[in-house]
């Protein structure tokens, strides 16, 4: 018999009985008389399966849809947490390795629980993904996180941060995933929901709360949308099955000043703050449907409506669009199963009245108005790295670069020990992958500049302008996905720049390994893109195909954001000798580059890597 810990599991008789209604939940639980294979109450657990919330219209075409469509109809996913603790047992007694689990759940169903199987790179261990709502972990919770890895050897067990300002442990073994999973619940942490066709992690501003041109909080929002979405209402334990059988993932962003630092322009749902012109009360203004895929990249769209900034708003309207989102979406073909195609389907202003329709059907007393003007005085977006006065008097906030997101176990618990020694033991991540100390002291930050953990070869107080706003997926070291490595190739590659040139102004470079831009090269300033190659071998004298790359130039973010979507260039090698000259041109040409004072000998041993 399993044990299961008291943070995962409530048993099934002591489960209240689930009763959702319109004013409770926003949607009654549908019937699912009309398909009597699928089960309404989940034994194992005591909740409802995912499934148990869809229309049978919805029911019908899933039974109909994708493969992944069809595996979950035949083994909820809101349950997959019970198999990791069943499997974990089983594999640690002998009775089974993970080389006999079914393939439909070590590669898919157990993504419900945060795992995604690394089986092309690392085979039988998984990145486990968490959820961190706003960003902002402690230091407990990195030293949790190290010790968590360490056992995995310094290549594959590695944390990593990534763009939704959020934590993926990597080299997770089964038999390990109950104890990290405990750990995660006991430090208010969760890793359920946090993959495949569930709502991903909440960003929100690395500065709430501790900036002076803040115009929302979003704390409390992120905090809000991610119980939603992962604590049941009913048990007070984390997996909500209400939404446990999305048709696709889904993005929400929320915005807490002019700077944009959620990036909410590629969000399914993005808020960003706004005053009401006529009342001055401050709310949000929705944009809808921004995403990135293999086959689309889209930017969101202005959807005309305009919430407060209160909790029940920013619920009641996530709950609604979500709802229509879960019940109506496609199931057949996923590449059309994202929001924008839901609201493209509709038309904008249509979409606006099921959303109205849906958040009126709660009877929660919130209302929706036209879309706000948004402010118009010039406005510059602010840096988040170095160090940066707090509207607390005698307090800083001090941004640190983590080149490219990756974190080995002693850097974690670094981070960690600076944290307690000067912010209180509070740390925030960023969308660019790097982490925020707040509230320093102001006479503690000389010392706090001077720490050995700060002066070392990686992580940085005070980078370039071009290595201090580099950005990259995972890349081939571990997804299966990608054509090229990127984490590795985008830090030396970002060093190296530095060496030969001198820009103006940060320049961001996002790296990723493959159309499905997990590294967001088209926000970027130069975006490279994993992609098909050719070069001419000297010896054969035939163009031989080798690791290339696409380049995106001209994204933007914040205020004026705008999508890069047409490459620049197309099958550049990856190879330093090809690469970087491309891209030195790029910077001189597009962004006023000038080349470094340097002898052309120690140019040379910079390029090679020898000086």
């Keep these: 018999m399993v ?38 109450v989940d034994t194992r657990t005591g909740k409802p399966t995912g499934t148990s919330f869809l229309p049978q219209d919805t029911i019908d075409r899933a039974a109909v849809g994708s493969p992944i469509e069809k595996a979950k109809l035949a083994k909820d996913g809101t349950s997959a947490f019970v198999d990791v603790y069943e499997y974990a047992a089983k594999f640690r007694s002998g009775e089974m390795t993970w080389e006999e689990v079914e393939a439909a759940d070590m590669n898919t169903r157990l993504k419900y629980v945060g795992m995604l199987h690394r089986d092309k790179r690392t085979p039988g261990q998984f990145m486990m993904r968490l959820k961190v709502p706003n960003g902002i972990v402690n230091a407990d919770q990195m030293r949790f996180y190290a010790d968590c890895v360490e056992k995995y050897g310094e290549e594959k067990g590695v944390v990593d941060i990534t763009t939704r300002q ?15 999973i ?23 501003s ?4 501790i900036d002076d041109q803040e115009m929302v909080d979003t704390r409390e929002f992120c905090n809000a949308l991610n119980d939603l979405v992962s604590l049941d209402p009913v048990t007070e334990t984390r997996g909500n099955p209400m939404w446990g059988n999305l048709p696709r993932k889904f993005n929400i962003a929320v915005s807490g000043s002019r700077d944009d630092y959620a990036h909410t322009h590629i969000n399914d749902i993005g808020l960003v703050p706004c005053k009401n012109a006529e009342t001055g009360v401050m709310g949000f203004n929705v944009v809808l449907g921004g995403y990135m895929s293999i086959k689309r990249v889209a930017e969101s769209i ?12 920013v619920v009641t309207l996530s709950e609604a669009i979500l709802r229509i989102f879960r019940d109506e979406s496609e199931r057949k073909d996923r590449q059309k199963a994202r929001l924008m195609w839901l609201v493209e389907k509709y038309g904008v202003a249509e979409f606006k009245q099921a959303v109205i329709k849906e958040i009126d059907s709660y009877n929660r007393g919130v209302t929706v108005s036209a879309a706000q003007p948004l402010p118009t005085e010039p406005f510059e977006r602010r840096e988040l790295l170095g160090v940066h006065k707090q509207p607390q008097e005698g307090k800083s906030r001090v941004g640190v670069l983590v080149p490219t997101g990756r974190l080995s176990v002693k850097e974690c618990r670094e981070i960690a020990d600076l944290a307690d020694a000067y912010s209180g033991g ?39 302008f071009i290595d201090g706003n580099t950005v990259s997926c995972t890349g081939a070291q571990f997804c299966g996905l990608a054509l090229v490595e990127t984490k590795a190739h985008a830090e030396a590659v970002a060093k190296k720049l530095e060496d030969l040139v001198t820009v103006d102004r940060p320049i961001r470079i996002h790296w990723t390994g493959c159309p499905n831009s997990c590294g967001q090269v088209q926000v970027a300033d130069i975006g490279i893109m994993g992609g098909p190659a050719r070069k001419l071998d000297e010896e054969t004298g035939k163009m031989m195909a080798v690791p290339g790359c696409k380049i995106f130039v001209g994204g933007r973010i914040g205020e004026d954001a705008h999508l890069s979507l047409d490459p620049y260039k197309e099958g550049v090698p990856l190879e330093d000798e090809s690469l970087i000259p491309e891209l030195v041109e790029i910077l001189k040409n597009e962004f006023g580059a000038k080349d470094k004072t340097m002898r052309k000998r120690d140019k040379l041993k910079k390029l090679v890597g020898l000086a």
């Design 3 to 40: 044990s299961y810990s008291r943070a995962l599991i409530i048993a099934a008789a002591a489960v209240p009985a689930y009763a959702f209604t319109a004013s409770s939940m926003g949607r009654r639980a549908t019937s699912i008389s009309a398909a009597p294979a699928i089960q309404q």
């Design 166 to 180: 959020n934590i993926q442990l990597r080299g997770v073994k089964i038999e390990d995933a109950p104890d990290i």
């Design 182 to 204: 405990d750990g995660l619940h006991a430090r208010n942490q969760t890793s359920f929901q946090s993959a495949l066709d569930n709502v991903r992690n909440m960003v929100g």
């Design 206 to 209: 690395p500065l709430a709360g």
């Design 302 to 313: 202005p959807a005309d409506m305009w919430i407060p900034a209160d909790r029940n708003s």
């Design 426 to 464: 509070e740390i925030r991540l960023t969308v660019e992958q790097n982490f925020i100390l707040p509230n320093v002291d102001d006479d503690k930050v000389d010392a706090l500049l001077k720490e050995r953990a700060l002066n070392g070869a990686r992580l940085k107080v005070n980078p370039g």
